[in-house]
């Protein structure tokens, strides 16, 4: 009840009588006598069997009329009706979601008969928007072979990079992440399932999934976003589910895979996994033109085997397993309203990790997935549509450890005679036990009114209001003793601090230089202060200085858990379950006026965001936001096109920077350093007391500008070209800023901020502060081509080509690591500047189907990359940065500082590759059913490429700098059969 009753408070507080959802299409028609006159007052209705949207209008008395509101399909049917003509059938006429085609047609002088018409009814360029992007349909992904799931859908869309879990990124979006330089996973994207936001608030990735099955349509906006939308530094794409009609029509399919459909893999022979899918489906009238239904069920299972890459031999086996269920309800009880409501859900279990470079001791087990829910009603009039919705998205992704023993990371000197290896650096249990739930809740309001002025041009005018509420449920437990070490080996005993902050260190390092002042501190405010200073006061001047507790030597294995070194724990000493809340108000305005041949749309979009701690306090508000959006499109005639954009785009702060900041009530932690024979907390992270962060407040949303040039045309009857440029810029990037360094340390060089910059009059009681970095930058220009050949008869065609040119000096997104901390990272600092990691410069994408008349369908794939680039790094604390200079030198006003070594950032490059899939299909109608039996063959000529290399210039214990340590999975053949009527 709460959710109507919110959703009416909005209806009853901003709706008048007209509004819009962008989950349906459109067409204009244009209706003319056989002497090119207009027909006024023609009757025209459109219905289709597979939806239950529809239209019945007339006519204005320019001979046009808008059909609004339809959902995505194929199959509609047009009759057009005046007095004095022939009847007009159309069929099929194809409806996409998001766009409004314009269509002619003429009426032949009464001959007392009905004319049908059938073959191209759908222009192929919508001659008055500038959205980038494709319409990923039901017919290309049933003839194309894909990973059947929306996330690998994306791959077909033109500039989207390989992705290894289905967040692939587009253009500048991010590709790359720190924690583990991760490669291939984008943080940047906008993910809609059925009209519910399911975008990760924490993560940024998608956070639900749904059953390949249902979805009619897939939009995907890549660029020229009008302010409608979000928009952001990656791509947006909104799935639509197939609904009930007034025909019946469901279907039951089984797929599957196994050891033996698979090759043997080249570089881990123990590889294998089997897996098999099905799904049902099944939807109709329960009350005819009035009353309808669709759901589905779908059960996905996979078994893969993993091989210990250091022994080559099995290390583990992990099942997994999910359940899909689905249900769609719709009710139009009048022509003018519009009910819908459905619900989804998609529970998963993942018994282990697949990375081969996980031992079996820091293995985990994952629950994710939730409900979803939406309740939507539209209202349409003569010349507007009214959309309302409410909807709830439920997601949990909950990690379990499989061994509870504590965690132990162990770092050897690359320099030394030992070589460690995978399970000498990564000893005990993963560390520990999270639960969260990460929900969301959006309230809809919006509007659209058309508005035809005759030769003034026409008007669409747009408005709307979005509410959401992101809610983020954790509780994280350590497991052990509590704590989780960072030690040093044994062969390493008598190595001192300074060792450990200047050499290279296989198994990375937890502590940097800036810390040395923090250990000081509280050196100085500890009960044992005498005895510290007796010991490391070398010169007995009563302070301890860099260079005399560099001197420190670690050399006791005391207590330690696994009879390593000591050096590095931080220890759990209190923790409670947390809730934390982030709350947006998004309102947007825009009009599109259409003055022949010219199209201008001129929108502004308003965002503001609040976060709010565990104690419910609001810790951040930020100011409204105005992102204005503009765009001009000049119709050239003969189905032709020019346009321009330019817009901004922001990109909000998730929720893993409220946790950063509002974890005031949940886990306290210890950071400790090893002196001799005691442990010292010098820095405390959570709680109340000093607070691990605070937003500054003067920081402000990242945002992306955009400027878009593009030229489309149609070659032919079904063949369309179309070219495009994009240069973007992204600021205000976000970080979180040591103030001790930044508005004190570092006073009087380059890189000084003064407390104003960030908004405060004095020190903020607080280990960090959130802010914006001053001169931190992502900078893109990209050029697209993309021909395409639609099916209007036997087979479809479409080839790409991107070229991505991506530089930056900060690879921060919504995170917080080490820029903002060391002034080595600094944006300003040298050789920190450089080709973005993650980016791949040149993209190429081919892919077809070929229908035969007999029912045999072939259909192919083809995707080349030219190899992905990244840094030479070291790690600390998980992070991979760029390596660093072994003799360090003055920058700046800043001196004796090892700055990034020249030539580290980007500066590599994997290798390149293309992979090849084919499907073949065969299909047999009997009666009203219809069977339908694929083979799907993933990369064809088994070629089992490269496609990533490691970073770590001191290599994991597993690959060494520059190894190959993950490849294209082996040729595999995927079987399946469907039944459906």
């Not at 943080?187 to 059953?211: C, E, K, P, R």
């Not at 081919?846 to 369908?857: I, T």
């Amino acid at each position: 009840m709460r959710l109507i009753s919110k959703i009416f408070a909005i209806i009853l507080a901003v709706v008048s009588p007209e509004a819009l959802t962008a989950d349906t299409g459109g067409l204009i028609l244009q209706v003319t006598d056989p002497q090119g006159q207009p027909l006024p007052n023609t009757q025209v209705r459109i219905q289709a069997p597979d939806v239950p949207t529809g239209a019945n209008r007339k006519t204005d008395a320019q001979g046009k009329v808008r059909l609004a509101g339809l959902a995505s399909s194929r199959y509609y049917q047009l009759q057009i009706q005046s007095q004095g003509f022939s009847e007009l059938l159309v069929n099929p006429v194809r409806v996409i979601a998001g766009k409004t085609f314009e269509l002619s047609y003429s009426l032949k002088s009464d001959r007392l008969e009905t004319i049908e018409v059938s073959g191209r009814h759908l222009a192929l360029l919508d001659t008055t928007s500038a959205i980038t992007g494709m319409a990923i349909t039901l017919d290309m992904t049933e003839s194309l072979p894909t990973e059947r799931s929306y996330q690998d859908y994306l791959q077909l869309v033109a500039g989207t990079k390989p992705s290894v879990d289905g967040n692939p990124a587009s253009k500048s979006g991010v590709n790359y992440n720190y924690p583990g330089g991760r490669i291939g996973v984008s943080t940047d994207n906008i993910y809609y399932l059925d009209g519910v936001n399911v975008t990760d608030h924490q993560t940024g990735t998608f956070g639900a999934s749904i059953n390949s099955e249902i979805i009619q349509e897939q939009q995907v906006f890549t660029g020229g976003i009008p302010a409608e939308y979000a928009g952001g530094p990656g791509l947006v794409s909104r799935v639509l589910t197939k609904s009930g009609g007034n025909d019946w029509h469901g279907s039951l399919n089984y797929y599957w895979q196994s050891d033996a459909l698979v090759s043997d893999h080249k570089y881990l022979s123990q590889n294998g996994f089997s897996t098999f899918d099905t799904a049902l489906t099944l939807g109709g009238p329960l009350i005819d033109d009035q009353l309808w239904f669709f759901g589905s069920y779908q059960r996905k299972e996979r078994e893969e085997s993993l091989t210990d890459p250091v022994t080559d031999s099995w290390l583990r086996q992990i099942n997994q397993h999910q359940d899909l269920g689905f249900l769609k309800l719709s009710w139009q009880p009048g022509e003018e309203d519009y009910w819908e409501l459905s619900w989804f859900n998609d529970p998963q279990s993942i018994g282990g990790s697949n990375d081969p470079a996980v031992p079996n001791n820091r293995d985990r087990r994952r629950e994710t997935g939730g409900d979803n829910y939406r309740l939507e009603y539209r209202r349409q009039g003569d010349n507007s549509l009214m959309t309302l919705r409410a909807s709830r998205h439920e997601s949990e992704d909950s990690v379990l450890a499989a061994d509870n023993s504590t965690r132990n990371d162990v770092s050897y000197l690359a320099s030394s005679a030992v070589q460690p290896t995978n399970a000498d650096l990564n000893k005990g249990g993963l560390g520990s036990d999270r639960t969260n739930f990460r929900n969301k809740t959006e309230y809809l309001a919006k509007l659209e009114y058309f508005l035809d002025q005759g030769q003034y041009g026409s008007h669409v005018i747009k408005a709307g209001l979005l509410h959401t509420e992101n809610d983020n449920k954790r509780d994280w437990r350590f497991t052990g003793e509590g704590a989780q070490y960072h030690s040093i080996g044994v062969s390493q005993s008598g190595a001192t601090l300074n060792d450990y902050l200047s050499a290279n260190w296989v198994g990375g390092v937890s502590l940097s230089t800036q810390d040395l002042t923090r250990v000081i501190d509280a050196i100085d405010n500890s009960e044992d202060v005498e005895l510290y200073h007796a010991r490391y006061d070398d010169d007995n001047n009563g302070q301890i200085s860099h260079e005399e507790l560099g001197n420190l030597i670690f050399d006791s294995s005391a207590g330690n858990p696994h009879g390593d070194i000591n050096l590095y724990r931080h220890a759990m000493v209190q923790t409670a379950p947390i809730s934390l809340e982030s709350k947006g108000t998004t309102v947007f305005v825009q009009d599109s006026w259409t003055l022949d041949p010219w199209t201008l749309n001129l929108g502004i979009r308003a965002e503001n965001w609040r976060h709010f701690s565990s104690s419910g306090d609001k810790i951040a508000d930020f100011d409204w936001e105005l992102a204005p959006r503009f765009s001009l499109v000049y119709d050239l005639g003969d189905d032709s096109k020019v346009w321009g954009f330019m817009g901004r785009y922001y990109d909000p702060l998730r929720t893993n920077t409220t946790n950063f900041a509002g974890n005031l009530t949940g886990p306290v932690r210890h950071e400790q350093l090893y002196l001799d024979d005691r442990w010292l907390t010098y820095r405390v992270r959570g709680g109340d007391r000093v607070p691990n962060a605070v937003f500054a407040p003067n920081t402000q949303t990242p945002y992306t500008d955009e400027w878009l040039l593009g030229y489309a045309t149609q070659l032919s009857e079904a063949l369309s070209l179309e070219v495009t440029y994009t240069d973007r810029v992204t600021r205000d990037i976000m970080e979180d800023y040591d103030l001790s360094v930044y508005s004190d340390g570092l006073r009087g060089t380059d890189f000084f901020l003064p407390l104003s910059y960030f908004g405060f009059d004095r020190q903020p009681n607080a280990n960090y502060v959130i802010a914006s970095m001053p001169d931190g930058r992502r900078d893109y220009q990209g050029v697209q081509l993309d021909l395409t050949r639609q099916r209007i008869d036997n087979w479809f065609f479409n080839a790409s080509w991107t070229y991505n040119r991506a530089t930056s000096n900060t690879y921060s997104d919504s995170e917080a690591h080490f820029q903002g901390d060391v002034v080595w990272m600094d944006p300003k600092a040298p050789n920190v500047a450089g080709p973005q990691p993650g980016n791949i410069r040149h993209l190429v994408k081919l892919y077809g189907s070929y229908r035969f008349d007999n029912g045999v369908e072939v259909g192919a794939v083809y995707h080349w990359n030219s190899g992905t680039v990244y840094s030479k790094t070291w790690s600390i604390l998980g992070r991979h940065l760029p390596v660093r200079v072994e003799q360090p030198y003055a920058f700046g006003g800043v001196e004796d500082t090892h700055w990034i070594a020249e030539g580290a950032v980007g500066s590599r490059r994997s290798p390149s590759y293309g992979t090849l899939d084919f499907r073949v299909k065969y299909r047999h109608e009997f009666d009203h059913y219809q069977a339908e039996f694929f083979l799907d063959v993933f990369n064809l000529f088994n070629h089992q490429a490269v496609r990533r290399e490691q970073d770590l210039a001191a290599g994991d214990g597993v690959f060494a700098f520059g190894e190959a340590m993950d490849w294209v999975e082996p040729r595999r053949l995927y079987l399946g059969a469907r039944v459906s009527f």
